[in-house]
C-alpha cells in the first residue's frame, strides 16, 4: 500500500488523444497516485472545487484534511488498467469513506456507510481482484463490534456482495464469526460456541445470487444473534446517540419525509420536524446570565423551543446557564458536554455545548413539562442529530 502524503497542490495537465481510423486506441492515465491525492485534498481543503473533477465525491460531507485520521490510497490493475482506492477515515464516522476511482478519473465505488476505525486492502480471490474492508467501532455505548465488507468488480463499476459482522461484545461476553470458505458460488462462516447464549446451528452459508450480484443467506445467524442480545441487554444505553446511532450514515441520510427539513446553516446542520418555526436574531432562554441572541426554533402546540448560540471558543457553557456540564461525547476534536435535564413544576430544560476546531454552540432546550415525557423520543432524535461543520 502506498500512502501519499504531500503538502502542496500541483496543477494537473489533462491529456487529450485521438483515435485515427484503421489505428488501435490507446488508453492514456490522466492520473497516478500523487495526482490523485493532491485532487483529494484539494477537494477537501478548497472552497473552489468548481474545476476539481472528483469534488463528487464529496457531495454530501466533507472535512478538512488535517481531521481525517486516515487518508490513504492504494491501487490494483485490473485488465491492464490502474484502478485507485481512496479510503478517508474522520473521528466523526459520517465523514468516512472508500471510493474506487480508474486512472480516467471514472468513479467505480463509493461507499459512504462505513464506520469506526478502518483498513481497506486489495485481495486476489478466484482470479478476481477484490476490495476487502474491516471496520471497528462502538455502538450504543456499550457494545464493540466488527464487519466486513467485500467488494467485487462488475462490468464498469466495483460493487458491495458481502457484509457481515465478525464480532461482537456486550458487557456480558463477546462471540465472534470466522469466514472458512470463499469460492465465486458460496460464502460459509462458522461461529465458535459462545458461553452467553446457546445455538442449534453454527453453520452459516451465503450463497452468491447472480441476479443480485451479491452473497445471501436465509438465516443471517451471526446477526440475529446480536440483535438478539442488544435487545434483551440490560444495559444503560445513552439517549444521545450522535458520534455512533446518528453518525452511521444517518446524519447525512436524512429522511425524505415530508413532514421534515434539514436547518442547515454555515457552521451546523441537524434535523428537525416541518411544524417548528425558525426564528433568527432572537434574544434566547430566560435561564442565560447573558444577553445574546442566536436562533430559536418554536413548536407552539408543544410548548417547546430550542436555542442555538454561538459562543466563543474560549468561553464555557457554565458562563451562560446555571448548570454544570459534563462530557458525553469526545472523539477526535469534536467534543460534546451537557448538564442533566431538569424539571420544576411546569417546564423542563437542558443544556448542550458542541466544540469542534475553532467553533462552539450551545444548545437550549426547554419546554412544557406535560408533553415531554410523551415526546421524548422525538426532542431526543432533534437534538442528537445535530452537528457543528468542522
Known sequence: MK???????????????????????????????????????????????????IAGLFDKAKDKSFTYNKIEIDSALIDNKKVYSILLEHP?????????????????????????????????????????????FKSYDVFNLQRYSLYYPNENKFNLVFRTFTFFSSPKDSIFQNIVELTDSLIRTKIPKP???SISDSIDTFVFDISGFRYVSNKNLFDSIILKEINNTQAELSSNHILNKKSIN???????????????ENDFKFQIPKEWSKIYNVSLSQDLNRNIKGIYFV???????????????????????????????????????????KQD????????????GNKKYLLLIEGSKAVYKENEKLFNDILSSFIIKC
Open 3 to 53: 500512502k501519499f502524503i504531500l503538502t502542496s497542490v500541483i496543477s494537473i495537465a489533462f491529456i487529450f488523444y485521438s483515435c485515427q481510423f484503421g489505428k488501435e486506441e490507446k488508453h492514456f492515465p490522466l492520473v497516478d497516485g500523487k495526482k490523485l491525492y493532491l485532487l483529494l485534498t484539494s477537494a477537501l481543503d478548497s472552497t473552489d472545487i468548481s474545476k476539481n473533477p
Open 92 to 136: 466523526i464516522p459520517a465523514y468516512n469513506l472508500l471510493a474506487v476511482i480508474d486512472d480516467s478519473l471514472n468513479l467505480l465505488l463509493k461507499d459512504v456507510s462505513l464506520n469506526g476505525y478502518l483498513t481497506a486492502k486489495w485481495k486476489s480471490y478466484n482470479n478476481r481482484t477484490v476490495i476487502e474492508v474491516k471496520e471497528e
Open 195 to 197: 458461553k452467553f447464549t
Open 250 to 264: 444517518d446524519l447525512l441520510e436524512y429522511s425524505a419525509d415530508n413532514n421534515t427539513f434539514v436547518a442547515d
Open 299 to 341: 413548536n407552539q402546540k408543544l410548548g417547546s423551543t430550542i436555542g442555538i448560540i454561538k459562543i466563543p471558543l474560549t468561553d464555557s457553557a457554565e458562563i451562560y446557564v446555571n448548570e454544570k456540564l459534563s462530557v458525553a461525547k469526545e472523539i477526535g476534536n469534536y467534543k460534546i458536554r451537557q448538564s442533566e435535564l
Open 345 to 356: 413544576l411546569k417546564r423542563f430544560y437542558q443544556t448542550f455545548e458542541h466544540s469542534c
